[in-house]
């Protein structure tokens, strides 16, 4: 069994992406070509922002909003630890410092914590309190109010990380319209996803639109050869976009077959681990289906029986960002941020995709009830 199985999807689509794929090959405008700008158009309307620029990835898509805010070293940028390194890694990559917020059993930003954080910041008086990446996990949006209402108190910008989140809602919102600005990836596995690295970014503010526009390629200003300030190579390219038109058409009907996969693992499985909490008038895009064990050991012991049984379960994520090497530096203890500690040693994923068909999700959860009673 595949965790995800991409096939089953390029079966279903399979004429529209070749022929969208041959238009490229013909017209040969590789870089920024039609289908790059009409896949824009497209998601901004998807999502109901203003601008949305495809970029060359979701890390790209973290970074080039992150470069737009001239962020120092000595600038502070709140965001879970319990995450992909990517959500934090781009703030050193802009130049500032995170800062490692816990998170609550939703596996979403803890909002008491993340005050507490910046009052500490402020307290400390080493670092100056500049944002905030709230990270839709797992394919379910934060509670942006309560986000939105602690940045207006602290004058913080907000950064969605959406990259696990396209195609979820809360309430009559789409994700990637939440905070200033909004990032999304479309690596294969993500729930809109392309055939290589792809990412886009959403904002509805036109002089951070600018920026955005201008750093994605080499800081550019008017014209080709004019550099009003330092940029990247992060456009996607014209095949990406090719094959995502097709794949966005599609999204919400996805969506609506993960709903269904969630549920019955849900019914299924409720009564033998702990299983996803999704928020008030949250549809979530259910990117991972993640399980929490009763411990450490239970978890491995999970993981190991399934393989005997062909069955992949990964662990999103086994070492919370502020036990990773890469921020040895900044000195962190594992309980200093605790309940993202705790649940690395307890989360697990099953197999998600839309097209999972139910002999295979009774399968998966009869093996694991059969674990938790032996
Ligand atoms: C995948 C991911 C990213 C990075 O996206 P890439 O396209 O792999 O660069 C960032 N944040 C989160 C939460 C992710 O899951």
Redesign the pocket.
Known sequence: MKFIDLKKQYMKLENEINANIQTVLEHEKFIMGPEVLELEKALAEYTGRKYAYTCS??????VIPLMAYELMETDAVFVPSF??F??AE?INLAGGTPVFVDVTDDFLMDCNDLENKIQRTLDEGKLVPKGIIA?S?FGQICDFDAITKIAKKYNLFVLE?A??SMGAGRFDRKSGSFGDVS?T???PA?PLGCYG???AIFTDDDELAEKIKSIRVHGQGNGRYDNVRIGVNGRMDTLQAAVLLPKLKILDEEIKMRQNVAKTYTEQLQEYFVTPKILNGNESAW?QYTLLAENEEQRNQIVEKMKESDIPIMVYYATPLHMQTAYAYLGYKPTDVENAYRLSKRVFSIPMYPYLEMEDILKICNLLKNIVKE
Request: hydrophobic share 45%; charged share 15%.
């Open positions: 990835s979701g890390t790209d898509a973290l995450t992909f990517a959500s781009s990270v996990l990380d990259a696990q990032a990836s479309f690596f993500k690295d792809g990412g990117a």
